[in-house]
């Protein structure tokens, strides 16, 4: 993916929101960001930043202290139960209920909205034969594998056909098999319905290849926005580590003094080396030792990634990040609340 944001009047408006609990413990500090028609949208930051406060407010699942949110040309605060006609939810924990069949909680799905079991039955067979459930539609959902369980969850969430989709860290505890399948589904639905994506994932290789645009919060703040590509170059570019032998002299500037060279770190006999490029720089770095009297023992290439731009703007490796508990508690809430919208 990696594109700039695709045309077209935006699907999902933040302006300046913020949630405040107790009147003290300020959450969210006024964020504002745009999400586009069909785009796949990353939200990420780590524990304590506002990014499930933030998932929340837009979903309808807390109501915003400040500012305002526009979820499909609906205000989420004063229309709550029109935004929950317009979007569907994948939570991290299975919503599913393990003593009814596949196509029972399709059709309590379906209920929630205000549809007929008769206004379900085709939307309910398509989603099931699209998720390769069709075989399983009848069978109690306890005894779905995760995968199996994961594919129902997105159906359930696009029974009504919703505009938008929120995804929670949906692939979480599925194998590379299972969360392949998965994304195939998404992207099959983005490509023939238009969905709209917008996802959290702890998943760095799903951010890396999916998503168009990625938005970081940290302290109730965003701090970063951008594609792919423009958030790595703002860490930098490529990194040429040089391992030198133990009792070699100070390189650093010599190694500054190399045309391309943004920055030199020292940490013992390793140095790393910011460039925009590697290609045509590692031989003059290597030359510029080679002038200097020393011969490196190792040389490596590290392209950026999402997981050093994230480490650079938070002071956090994202993969050491914990993970937000009450999901099943919202799936609830949003459950009962689109039962009371109708």
Not at 51 to 62: C, E, P, Q
Not at 77 to 97: C, H, K, M, N, P
Not at 175 to 186: E, K, L, N, T, V
Not at 299 to 306: E, F, H, L, Y
């Amino acid at each position: 993916m990696n594109s700039a944001r695709p045309p077209g009047e935006a699907v999902i408006q933040v302006e300046d929101l913020g949630k405040t609990y107790g009147g003290k413990l300020e959450a969210v500090k006024g964020v504002s960001f745009e999400v586009a028609p069909g785009e796949i949208f990353g939200f990420l930051g780590p524990n304590g930043a506002g990014k499930t406060t933030t998932v929340s407010m837009l979903t309808t699942l807390l109501t915003p202290t400040r500012g305002r949110a526009m979820v499909a040309g609906l205000d989420v605060a004063t229309q709550a139960a029109q935004v929950r006609r317009e979007i569907g939810l994948v939570f991290q924990d299975s919503t599913a209920d393990g003593e009814l069949t596949g196509r029972e909680n399709l059709i309590l799905a379906g209920g929630l909205f205000g549809m007929t079991p008769a206004e379900c039955r085709a939307p309910i067979e398509m989603l099931l034969a699209r998720m390769d459930l069709a075989d399983a539609g009848d069978r109690r959902v306890k005894g779905y594998s995760g995968g199996m369980k994961r594919r129902l969850e997105l159906a359930v969430a696009m029974v009504h056909t919703p505009k938008i989709l929120f995804l929670d860290e949906p692939t979480i505890g599925l194998d590379p098999q299972g969360r392949a399948g998965f994304w195939r589904y998404i992207q099959e639905l983005r490509r023939e319905q238009q969905v709209t994506i917008f996802m959290t994932t702890h998943y760095l290789d799903e951010v890396e290849n999916l998503c168009d645009r990625i938005a970081i919060i940290d302290h109730g703040r965003i701090i970063a926005t951008g594609t792919n590509d423009a958030l790595k170059e703002k860490v930098g570019g490529d990194v040429v580590e040089l391992r030198t032998p133990g009792a070699a002299r100070d390189l650093t500037e010599t190694l500054r003094g190399v045309p391309g060279v943004r920055e030199v770190r020292r940490e013992g006999d390793l140095y790393q080396v910011k460039c925009s490029r590697a290609e045509g720089l590692v031989s003059a770095l290597v030359m510029a030792c080679d002038g200097a009297g020393v011969t490196p023992e190792g040389i490596t290439v590290k392209r950026p990634s999402i997981d050093r731009v994230f480490l650079e703007l938070t002071g956090k490796a994202y993969r050491e990040e914990g993970y937000d508990d009450g999901r099943a508690a919202q799936a609830s809430a949003f459950g009962a609340r689109a039962r009371g919208g109708r």
